[in-house]
T-cell receptor
Framework: GENVEQHPSTLSVQEGDSAVIKCTYSDSASNYFPWYKQELGKGPQLIID?????GEKKDQRIAVTLNKTAKHFSLHITETQPEDSAVYFC???????????FGQGTTLQVKP | GAVVSQHPSWVICKSGTSVKIECRSL??????MFWYRQFPKQSLMLMATSNEGSKATYEQGVEKDKFLINHASLTLSTLTVTSAHPEDSSFYICSASSGSYNEQFFGPGTRLTVL
């Protein structure tokens, strides 16, 4: 069945450094790839997304890249800040169902 | 825009009772709503998909008679956990979609504890 693998499961960086989280999806029909940030006890918050007709998208300190051939997509956070500390989830979906398949999550810790 | 609310934010109930959780899209019409369950330190698992005015579609392994979903309007979906047991204790999260480009907007979640 459809599957999304996310790595690493935990990531610790120093404030100001960059953080990269990677995901791989199995269904080649997937065409929408959002990234969510979840803080403890809260629902996921969409931080950036990318569609299959685009290879890269950037929003201030956050960027996402997509390699459709390899079925990989990655989240890049530059100049990390302590408030970036949270759990990050990648997901993939396709138009005919709209169902999101989530990765396992990455706990990001940014040390001051 | 794209705000989704859930009520209650947390609930504690006795084993055997039923609990209803509401999910509302506050500033858009949600043609589709999704219900997820999340156990501690785990990812979100889709339970069911509901479209306004029609029966929900449940994921494999999710008991439809235990988790009753009603999507009566374009702004409201409810999840009722019937005859709750301690193993149903979890964080339940809904999301709503207007159908545009697969985007889903998530609610803040409901923490259910069954004693």
């Amino acid at each position: 069945g459809e599957n999304v693998e996310q790595h690493p499961s935990t990531l610790s960086v120093q404030e100001g450094d960059s953080a990269v989280i990677k995901c791989t999806y199995s269904d080649s029909a997937s065409n929408y790839f959002p990234w969510y940030k979840q803080e403890l006890g809260k629902g996921p918050q969409l931080i950036i997304d990318i569609r299959s007709n685009v290879g890269e998208k950037k929003d201030q300190r956050i960027a996402v890249t997509l390699n459709k051939t390899a079925k990989h997509f990655s989240l890049h956070i530059t100049e990390t800040q302590p408030e970036d500390s949270a759990v990050y989830f990648c997901a993939a979906s396709k138009s005919n169902t709209g169902k999101l398949i989530f990765g396992q999550g990455t706990t990001l810790q940014v040390k001051p | 825009g794209a705000v989704v609310s859930q009520h209650p934010s947390w609930v504690i109930c006795k084993s055997g009772t039923s609990v209803k959780i509401e999910c509302r899209s506050l500033d858009f019409q949600a043609t589709t709503m999704f219900w997820y369950r999340q156990f501690p330190k785990q990812s979100l698992m889709l339970m069911a998909t509901s479209n306004e005015g029609s029966k929900a579609t449940y994921e494999q392994g999710v008991e439809k008679d235990k988790f009753l979903i009603n999507h009566a309007s374009l702004t409201l979906s409810t999840l009722t956990v019937t005859s709750a047991h301690p193993e149903d204790s979890s964080f339940y999260i809904c999301s709503a979609s207007s159908g545009s480009y697969n985007e889903q907007f998530f609610g803040p979640g409901t923490r259910l504890t069954v004693l």
